[in-house]
């Protein structure tokens, strides 16, 4: 690991753990921490990402963000998460805009398989409000968040060169 991957990615994770952390609705810090996702990827790799995805979620928890009747979601968010910063990568090297708006839909049903895998197959049981906030939001917030990243990288990446 280089120190370079070590520093984007720390100052990457400390930007989605304040936004975690001043509380926002999740219509503003959900598309700031898939922007950080994607982001991640872009300037540091994969596994930037990826850590960082991981990462997110258990602090959510750990906060109480994420509520205790959610903890059976925490491992689907990860995957989820996992989700779009792969999809991303790998689209990502043939079109930037294809790469945005399919890792958004990608994450989104990773949730809503994961979601209906979890109510069925296992009998988890969740609140009505809960299971609203991981459908179409999630969508929304994936699709805001990469449209932001794609942005932020067009203009970082002029300034760097």
């Given amino acids: ?25 999740t219509y503003f810090t959900g598309p700031v921490v898939n922007a ?11 596994w930037s990402g990826i850590i960082i995805g991981c990462i997110t979620p258990v602090v959510a928890l750990l906060m109480g963000i994420i509520p205790p ?13 996992i989700t779009l910063v792969l999809v991303f990568f790998f689209l990502d090297k043939a079109n930037r805009y294809v790469a945005w708006i399919g890792s958004a839909f990608a994450k989104y049903g990773m949730f809503y398989v994961g979601l209906r895998l979890l109510l069925h197959l296992f009998g988890v049981k969740l609140p009505a409000p809960l299971l609203l906030a991981f459908q179409i939001p999630q969508l929304y917030t994936a699709l805001v968040g990469g449209l932001t990243a794609v942005i932020i990288a067009r203009y970082l990446k002029q300034r760097m060169d």
Avoid: D
Avoid at 1 to 25: E, H, K
Avoid at 36 to 46: H, K, M, P
Avoid at 69 to 81: C, D, E, F, K, R
């Fill in 36 to 46: 950080v996702l994607i982001l991640a990827t872009l300037f540091s790799g994969i």
């Fill in 1 to 25: 690991m280089s120190l370079q991957f070590l520093t984007r990615t720390a100052v990457l994770l400390a930007i989605a753990l304040a936004v975690q952390w001043l509380r926002l609705p």
């Fill in 69 to 81: 009747a959610a903890i059976p979601l925490v491992p689907l968010i990860i995957a989820a998460n």
